[in-house]
Structure formats: structure tokens, C-alpha cells
């Protein structure tokens, strides 16, 4: 088991950040250029709900620590947000994050220009 449990090892270290970062990059990079909004907001959403995720993390870390099965689970659940099958990260954010920023600011979905200008005293 020692050259195999090295190579799980390496390739298990390895499998976060192909999922959480580098295909979600490249993936990215594709949506900016093409043009389809749909896949803008799937990695609009993606990274949303990863930094949101990462805050969580940040100040959860002392209890998260004692559950040894964490890093598995936020593997798992980061897969189902980035894989196209599912568009997982496009459903959790309107789901979830869309309709609390409507309860807070109540402002989503208006014109970003027409907003701007309110703000800035023009109309």
C-alpha cells in the first residue's frame, strides 16, 4: 500500500483545487468569451457562493477542524456548483443568495445605470 497510498494521497490533495479553482477558471475565461449570458451567470454565481464559502470556512475553522470529514464534503458539494449537469451554483444563487440581497437591499434586478444616476443626483 505505500506507493499506492502516496499516489490516492497526492491525487486526493490534488482534486481540490483542479475542482475549486482551475477548472472553474478556465471555465470562466470561456464564459467571457463567448456569447451566452447563461454561462456568465453560472461563474458569476460560482464564484459568489466560493467566496461566500471561504468566508464561512475562515470563521468557522475552529469547529470545522473537529469534523473529519470536511474537506470531502466541501469537495463533493463545490463539484455539484461547478459541473454543467447540474448548474449547481446557478440555482443556489438564485435560490438562496438572490432572494436575501432582495430582502436587504431591494434593489436587484434594476438598472445598474438608472441607479447610478438616482445616486448620483441625475436622472
Given at each position: 500500500?505505500?506507493?499506492?497510498?502516496?499516489?490516492?494521497?497526492?491525487?486526493?490533495?490534488?482534486?481540490?483545487?483542479?475542482?475549486?479553482?482551475?477548472?472553474?477558471?478556465?471555465?470562466?475565461?470561456?464564459?467571457?468569451?463567448?456569447?451566452?449570458?447563461?454561462d456568465?451567470?453560472?461563474?458569476?454565481?460560482?464564484?459568489?457562493?466560493?467566496?461566500?464559502?471561504?468566508?464561512?470556512?475562515?470563521?468557522?475553522?475552529?469547529?470545522?477542524?473537529?469534523?473529519?470529514?470536511w474537506?470531502?464534503?466541501?469537495?463533493?458539494?463545490?463539484?455539484?456548483l461547478?459541473?454543467?449537469?447540474?448548474?449547481?451554483?446557478?440555482?443556489?444563487?438564485?435560490?438562496?443568495?438572490?432572494?436575501?440581497?432582495?430582502?436587504?437591499?431591494?434593489?436587484?434586478?434594476?438598472?445598474h445605470?438608472?441607479?447610478?444616476?438616482?445616486?448620483?443626483?441625475?436622472?
Open positions: 500500500m505505500g506507493q499506492f497510498g502516496t499516489v490516492l494521497s497526492y491525487l486526493h490533495s490534488l482534486a481540490g483545487p483542479s475542482v475549486m479553482l482551475l477548472y472553474p477558471l478556465y471555465a470562466s475565461i470561456q464564459a467571457i468569451e463567448s456569447t451566452s449570458k447563461l456568465d451567470e453560472q461563474w458569476l454565481a460560482y464564484w459568489i457562493l466560493y467566496s461566500l464559502l471561504t468566508l464561512v470556512e475562515m470563521v468557522a475553522a475552529p469547529v470545522l477542524k473537529w469534523i473529519p470529514i474537506y470531502q464534503m466541501k469537495v463533493l458539494f463545490v463539484s455539484w461547478v459541473l454543467p449537469q447540474f448548474r449547481g451554483a446557478s440555482f443556489m444563487y438564485q435560490a438562496l443568495v438572490r432572494e436575501q440581497l432582495k430582502k436587504v437591499t431591494g434593489t436587484i434586478g434594476k438598472d445605470n438608472s441607479h447610478n444616476k438616482v445616486r448620483n443626483g441625475r436622472r
